[in-house]
């Protein structure tokens, strides 16, 4: 028998979040972000439950070649654009929409030969300074990108940094408006934490929006808000099982550096999970776990193969017993990955990436 861990791909929870994405930016039309492998989940395994999007986003060009092997014909778009001249050969073979953010990537499209002219998204930067074209530049290059006769149509987009965050996107969503008021073309700005917090308005949602996040069923800002309270279920289940259980006597240690002592006799449950299944290892003491579905919290520090958990809540538990690290349990429990990821210092978003290859994937409903 194999290790008992497991990570489940939720098909129709993928499909609930996608419509969410749409019941919060009514009428406008959806990417599903499936870069990074569908943030963990693999394209392959997520595309059942996405199908329902309107076009693929992504950033990698093989993804976009598995995402056309798996027979989908409608938009997939290159949000970073190409890498290299010899890529618009691939856009054009495959008929792939590209973000353009750079001078080089207008002068790699001036010289390519095509029979076919290509749609491009335009990027703006408006303050978040990663990628795309500040605003007088910005005009500069869409009348060079109107000129081209490899260009077709010129969409326009920008990216926020701060959409789930204090400082809000009405600074950004300005500088857009401004550079863009008098140019024709579809828009696109809206990523998981514009749809949820200001979908409504129709300047934020324009005709595309982008959820990433969202669509994998983690709030984009918790811990203000959490997926429950976005309507977002979980689409990937991380499970696993106990493999053994001790009995510890008051002031007995469990793990590496003894770091938890057991202030009264208790049974701990060692789980096959570790840091090398992308487990975060500076998950300490108190990281909620489920049990057979029951919430309880784990002990001391991972390892790379296996953890501790605290069995007091669920005496019944013994080896064999279900272990839900994050994701919905076999009786329905739910334990956001977001409070996981917030024990380990981080994000949702990380944890699906981190997924390692070693641990077996199947997709459920
Ligand atoms: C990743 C990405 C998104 C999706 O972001 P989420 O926060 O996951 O919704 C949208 N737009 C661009 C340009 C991205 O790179």
Known sequence: MPRPIQALIHTEALAHNLRRARQAAPDARVWAVVKANAYGHGIERAFAGLRGADGFALLDLAEAERVRGLGWRGPVLLLEGVFEPRDLELCSRLDLWHGVHCVEQIDWLAAHKTHKPHRVFLKMNTGMNRLGFRADAFRTAWARLNALPQV???????????????????????????????????????????????????????????????????????????????????????????????????????????????EAPMRVGVVACGYADGYPRVCDTGTPVLVDGIRTRTLGRVSMDMLAVDLGPVPHAGVGSEVTLWGRAGNGAVLPIDEVARAGGTLGYELMCALAPRVPVEVAD
């Open 152 to 262: 077709d149509e010129i969409s326009l987009m920008t990216h926020f940094s701060d959409a789930d965050g204090e400082r809000g996107i009405a600074h950004q969503v300005a500088a857009f408006e401004a550079a863009t008021r008098d140019l024709p073309g579809e828009r696109s700005l809206a990523n998981s934490a514009a749809v949820l917090r200001y979908g409504r308005d129709p300047a934020v949602r324009a005709d595309w929006v982008r959820p990433g996040i969202l669509a994998y069923g983690s709030s984009p800002d918790f811990p203000a808000h959490d997926a429950a309270h976005w309507h977002l279920q979980p689409t990937m289940s991380l499970r696993s099982r106990l493999i053994a259980v001790q009995a510890l006597a008051a002031g007995e240690h469990v793990g590496y550096g003894s770091r938890f002592t057991a």
